[in-house]
């Protein structure tokens, strides 16, 4: 186990800068998220730690070791992809058994099988150990797929969207085991997602990651309560936060250089039409069964926020909201912390 | 425009079953979704509907005719694929233009049209432009431009979204059905993603196996499940099942999970001594120390304005919605009791719904 760190990382693509100037430090131990849209740079971070690819400037560091020049199989890392790759005609266990078979190890076969053993159980698949992977399902390859990663315990473990191609239940699922395994072996996890939710429920830490540059990093529930920008507060909440501009609610005490009003659900109360903040109208209620999205417009502006299952409200209702400690920002997307305004 | 109506539809490859004589219909208007796992026969469903498929036996009715063997062509339904088809080297307004040229539509109407569909879809400004250039998103839409501009009597959708990323299938999802409100045309759509089904759908069949378990609006098949397998393909995470055996008794109010009274909607039917299973939604977990329905903390997922708590129970598992400002650790005991008009019985082996005063009312798969 060890802990990683990029130093004033750069890697053009032509014209492309994809990584710009990128500082990241993950923990022993800690289970890192770089979360960002298609384009934001995540993989590129990825495969420079990997040594898939080499950076135009900055140190890569792993342990006390500088690895930047070191090809991958050199770095003790090990990398799980988004399509999962393994060998369709070997059986679960010889696919689990490989890498340790590299000539470079040379593990003797009962301290494999014992390995192979271990992780099987660990990711609950040791049932299927004398199965051909072509035979298993999508779920089943992507678990083997991971325990091909664990089988070796490299000190670093680099994942790139690896519960992308599963669909929404079992993704669901393996989100609780990889953190679970994660938590177990006391691994070190440096993982990339867009999908906001394996973030959340996942991360120590998310690195909010944007043009290249790591806009914000912090442990969950820090990213999601406090963000430094319009475009960080966009990543996390479901529905989204909504943006207002400072004109849409002329009541409410805004600082003087608030020119954005950042309200998610929680910040929203919908009353009556008097003594309210903003006034709008109901334009659809979307029932979701777990809960209901109200979808107001408000000045002209699209809002959405959560209703409660029993709230009397249709379409077409006039209503009025009212702001409980939103988030204000500047012209430049910033976010005005209160106090320094 | 006009109504589907679908009769005891079968088809059959050899000897497996696609799709189990189904019957179903819908309005002229409504926004239906076929929802179900990959090979539950949804998509062959579509397809029979849409002609590129023929059916074993059965009927399919578009408005008053019996399309039934009719080729594609002769249907007036518009197709859209998950992976758009367009034509690469030609603009965006020839894309949308194709499906009228073929039809030998006048030029001016085809002007006319074309910017009626680019003004529904918002693509007006990219009508010049090439599509090989456009993102993922304007490519779906000049798509769906192209099935729009027919002006057909219906439209069939496979999996529209499927290739898109998270973020932007939540954006047309919303676009779709504010689509669909300006054309009141009916829709049936394919997916396998709840969310989508339960987001737009003004009522969904969920199919598994080749059979129709059940039909309803989002809400019904939300709270009143048909069946387990219902239940536990809609939401996320799904309905939690406790299992335990008991007998039940019509007109009981209240049902045993060893020690604990759990009240329950009245039950309408008896049944002997059975393997049931009691099915919560994560939301109607409620933390009461006072309950005698004990459970442990097992793990906690933080979702910003909520968080999920899973807890292990002598009765199985069960996962909780609860508010994120509820500080909870692992191992932690809580007393557990539930909102009893959130709740159904289910009688394992069969996976149905016990019949009780919640479903009064509501039509049964």
Redesign the interface.
């Known amino acids: 186990m060890a802990d990683i760190a990029l130093i004033g990382v750069s890697k053009r693509f032509g014209d492309i800068v994809a990584v710009d100037d990128l500082t990241l430090q993950v923990d022993d131990g800690a289970f890192v998220v770089l979360l960002g849209?298609?384009g934001a740079g995540k993989t590129t971070t990825l495969r420079l730690a990997a040594g898939l690819e080499t950076p135009d400037r900055g140190l890569i560091r792993i342990g006390d070791r500088d690895v930047s020049k070191l090809p991958p199989a050199a770095r003790d890392v090990t990398f799980v992809f988004q399509q999962y790759s393994l060998y369709p005609h070997f059986t679960v266990y010889d696919n689990l058994a490989f890498p340790l078979r590299s000539p470079a190890r040379r593990l003797p076969e009962d301290e494999i099988r014992k390995k192979v053993t271990e992780t099987a159980a660990l990711l609950r698949i040791e049932s299927k150990l004398g199965n051909r992977a072509a035979r298993l399902s999508g779920g089943e390859m992507q678990r083997v797929a991971i325990g091909r990663a664990l089988v070796r315990r490299p000190s670093l473990y680099l994942m790139d969207e690896p519960l992308s191609s599963l669909?929404?239940?079992l993704r669901?699922e393996l989100?609780?085991e990889l953190?679970?395994i994660q938590v177990e072996l006391g691994a070190t996890f440096l993982y990339v997602t867009?999908?906001q939710?394996e973030a959340?429920?996942m991360a120590t830490k998310i690195g909010v990651i944007e043009s290249g540059r790591i806009v914000q990093i912090g442990a969950?529930?820090e990213i999601?309560e406090a963000p430094k920008s319009v475009y960080v507060a966009a990543r996390?909440?479901?529905p989204s936060i909504n943006l207002l501009p400072r004109a849409a609610a002329p009541e409410l005490a805004a600082p003087s250089a608030a020119v954005t009003i950042g309200a998610?659900?929680?910040h929203l109360r919908i009353v009556k039409a008097r003594g309210a903040d903003a006034h709008g109208e109901v334009v659809w209620i979307?029932?979701?069964?777990?809960?209901n999205r109200l979808h107001a417009r408000i000045l002209g502006h699209d809002v959405v926020t959560?209703a409660e299952a029993d709230a009397a409200l249709s379409v077409g209702d006039e209503i009025g909201v009212r702001f409980v400690n939103p988030l204000f920002f500047d012209v430049n997307g910033d976010r005005i912390v209160a106090g320094t305004a | 425009m006009a109504r589907i109506e679908i009769e005891k539809l079968h088809r059959a490859f050899g000897d497996f079953v696609a799709v189990k004589s189904s019957d179903f219909v819908v309005e002229d208007g409504e926004f239906f979704c076929l929802l179900g796992?990959?090979g539950c026969g949804k998509t062959t469903t579509l397809r029979m509907i849409a002609g590129l498929e023929l059916p074993t036996s059965g009927r399919i009715l578009l408005g008053d005719e019996d399309v039934t063997f009719k080729r594609a062509a002769e249907r007036d339904i518009a197709f859209v694929f998950q992976f758009f088809a367009l034509y690469p080297h030609m603009s965006v307004r020839q894309n949308i233009a194709f499906p009228l040229k073929s039809q030998s539509v006048p030029r001016r109407e085809r002007a006319l049209r074309i910017t009626e569909a680019a003004r529904a879809l918002r693509i007006e400004p990219l009508l010049d432009r090439s599509v090989g250039g456009l993102s993922s998103g304007d490519r779906q839409r000049v798509a769906l431009g192209r099935a729009i501009v027919r002006q057909p009597r219906a439209f069939l959708m496979d999996e529209p979204l499927g290739a898109l990323?998270?973020?932007l299938r939540q954006v047309m999802t919303g676009e779709l059905r504010a689509l669909h409100d300006r054309l009141h045309c009916a829709t049936i759509y394919v997916t396998?993603?709840?969310?989508e089904a339960?987001?737009m759908a003004d009522r969904i069949a969920v199919m598994n196996h080749g059979v129709v378990e059940q039909i309803g609006?989002?809400?019904e098949?939300?709270?009143r499940p048909a069946s387990m397998f219902v239940a536990d393909f809609?939401?996320?995470?799904?309905m939690n099942f406790l299992n335990f055996a008991d007998r039940l008794e019509a007109g009981a109010t209240e049902i045993r999970l060893g020690q604990a009274e759990i009240s329950v909607p009245t039950l309408r039917e008896s049944l002997p001594e059975s393997e049931l299973a009691l099915g919560v939604?994560?939301?109607a977990v409620l933390f009461d120390d006072a309950s005698a329905l004990r459970g442990a903390v097992f793990?906690t997922?933080?979702?910003?304005?909520t968080q999920?708590v899973?807890i292990t129970t002598d009765f199985g598992l069960l996962r909780a919605?609860v508010g994120?400002d509820r500080n909870l650790h692992v191992g932690e005991r809580l007393g557990l009791t539930f909102r009893p008009e959130k709740l159904s019985l289910f009688e394992k082996q069969s996976g149905r719904a016990i019949y009780t005063a919640l479903y009064e009312g509501a039509a049964h798969g």
Request: glycine residues 8%.
């Open positions: 849209p298609t669909d929404a239940k669901a989100r609780l953190k679970r867009h999908d939710i959340m429920t969950p529930r999601y996390l909440g479901q998610r659900t929680e979307e029932h979701l069964g777990d809960q959560l | 796992p990959s990323d998270a973020e396998h993603d709840q969310h339960m987001s609006s989002p809400r098949i939300y709270d809609i939401g996320l995470p799904p939604r994560p939301e793990g997922e933080y979702l910003g304005t999920i899973t919605r994120a």
